[in-house]
């Protein structure tokens, strides 16, 4: 296997108007429209300009397009997910944007107008007004939408953010991890090769953002005639921990190994819908009324309450709802907070119902506790509650009371943004209403929750 290449340069540039890609909570990729003067990456340095403002009626993207009959389109591509991506023409015919024009998100508002030119089989994209540096560019996609869209400021939450953000885009940011890397001189042994990694169990999740194979480049001089040759022994080699996020990233992992794409990151939010909104709504009202109960009986426990709903969408995932209350006091025992108390009911639950059966149970991780739940707890769980959390897999956390001493999820610390943590999960913390008489009182701010 090859090092790195002592020099290189490679030149991203996206579209003339050099708008870029971003992953938007609740929408998956936008367009954004930062005007940047072309950078020349170069494995030890990149360097951008100044952003800018887009003026109005500027052409931000010319896109050609793919055209699908009308019968093509009703008995095939309709039924795939080109149906989100696709344009109508004026002569029946359906359009299928390359390049940036299949990525703009809609508005009620939108800031680019399009136009389908079926002849020059292109769309045009014009900016309707002056659009500041990162605005994202939307245009309007018409009255009958497919999706539910909620605008992230119109949740009832505030998502945390990790602080996982950095995009590893220059060559000292990518982080490294020791791999194990074989050469296989003679292409014929690949396969076997692979087959062993996979019933070795060496073929792990942890390295999916990894491609297994890595070519040579040709040798100038090939030997003379063909001996077969078998795989050497492993040798260690530096290898990108993670997936890459944008272009400029792929570039500089792939000098390490080839690696893939991967702009939305797993534990990502998921694209709300007014439905799940009024699913969480229900779920943090039962939460305040269980609270206000806990209120009114205290017997010297601490008022704090954690519950699990049924999920949305898939209610399969869980036989009832579970409430627990943090009952430190009464069992005269310090770990039995609230969040602690529901993992281990539904622990219990869990562990009543018939097993997981099969590799994929396995592979997906449904015997882990709390794997696909989502919990909604009135005051920020603690650190170790929030480890608890994490090592039971649990999907999404809400809370209403932040604890910036003692919390775990964003207020002392943030777990689940931890390097080398072997699952992440997203944070939200619901808008307090003013007028809001159940909101649950502010706890001594030394408590761990
Ligand atoms: C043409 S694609 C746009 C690019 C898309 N966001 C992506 O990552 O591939 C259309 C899809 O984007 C999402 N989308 C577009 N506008 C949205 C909005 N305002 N709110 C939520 N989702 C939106 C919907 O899932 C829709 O099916």
Not at 162 to 169: A, F, I, N, S
Not at 184 to 188: A, E, M, Q, V
Not at 366 to 372: E, F, I, P, R, S
Not at 404 to 412: K, W, Y
């Given at each position: 296997m090859t090092g790195l290449p002592s020099t290189a340069t490679t030149t991203w540039v996206l579209n003339p108007t050099r708008c870029h890609l971003k992953t938007i909570q609740g929408k998956g990729r936008g367009v954004f429209?930062?005007?940047?003067?072309q950078f020349t990456l170069t494995y030890s340095s990149s360097s951008f300009s100044a952003t800018q403002t887009i003026p109005a009626r500027t052409v931000i993207e010319t896109s050609p397009v793919l055209l699908f009959s009308k019968q093509e389109y009703d008995d095939?591509?309709?039924?795939?997910?080109?149906d989100h991506y696709t344009f109508n023409s004026r002569d029946g015919r359906m359009a299928l944007a390359l390049g940036l024009g299949s990525l703009f998100n809609h508005a009620e508002n939108p800031n680019v107008s399009f136009s389908v030119d079926i002849v020059q089989e292109r769309i045009v994209y014009t900016s309707t007004r002056a659009i500041q540096p990162d605005e994202e560019l939307c245009i309007f996609y018409g009255h009958q939408l497919w999706f539910d869209p909620v605008d992230e400021d119109d949740l009832p939450f505030t998502w945390k953010k990790?602080?996982?953000?950095?995009?590893?885009?220059q060559l000292d940011d990518v982080e490294l991890v020791q791999g194990w890397v074989v050469d296989?001189?003679?292409?014929?042994y690949i396969a076997t090769m692979l087959k062993w990694l996979k019933q070795a169990g060496l073929d792990k999740d942890a390295l999916s953002?990894?491609?297994?194979i890595r070519r040579q480049a040709a040798?100038?001089?090939?030997?003379?005639r063909y001996v077969p040759r078998p795989p050497t022994s492993p040798t260690g080699l530096p290898i990108p921990r993670y997936p890459a996020r944008t272009p400029t990233s792929l570039a500089l992992k792939n000098t390490y190994w080839p690696t893939v794409l991967c702009?939305?990151?797993?534990w990502e939010p998921e694209p709300w819908t007014t439905a799940r909104v009024r699913w969480a709504s229900a779920a943090v009202h039962r939460l305040k009324r269980a609270h206000t109960d806990a209120a009114i009986a205290?017997?010297?426990?601490?008022?704090v309450v954690a519950h699990v709903p049924i999920?949305?969408?898939?209610?399969?995932?869980?036989s009832r709802p579970f409430f627990a209350y943090d009952t430190r006091t009464s069992a005269n025992h310090?770990?039995?907070h609230a969040a602690l108390d529901v993992i281990r009911q539904i622990a219990d639950d869990r562990a009543a119902q018939p097993p997981p059966s099969g590799d994929e149970a396995v592979k997906n991780g449904?015997?882990?506790?709390?794997?696909?739940l989502s919990l909604f707890i009135t005051h920020e769980p603690c650190v170790m509650c929030t480890m608890a959390l994490l090592h039971s897999r649990v999907k999404e956390v809400f809370y209403l009371?932040?604890?910036?001493?003692?919390?775990?999820?964003?207020?002392?610390?943030?777990i689940p943004s931890l390097?080398?943590?072997?699952h992440r999960f997203s944070i939200g913390v619901w808008k307090e209403d003013?007028?809001?008489?159940?909101w649950p009182d502010p706890l001594d701010p030394t408590i761990d929750v």
């Open positions: 429209g930062t005007i940047r003067s095939h591509g309709r039924h795939t997910l080109l990790l602080g996982l953000d950095k995009e590893e885009e296989i001189p003679d292409p014929t953002h990894l491609k297994r040798s100038l001089h090939p030997p003379p702009p939305r990151r797993k205290q017997n010297g426990e601490l008022p999920p949305h969408p898939d209610p399969t995932q869980l310090p770990l039995r449904v015997q882990y506790l709390l794997t696909g009371v932040p604890m910036p001493r003692t919390g775990g999820c964003g207020g002392l610390t943030c390097k080398g943590v072997n003013p007028g809001d008489s159940d």
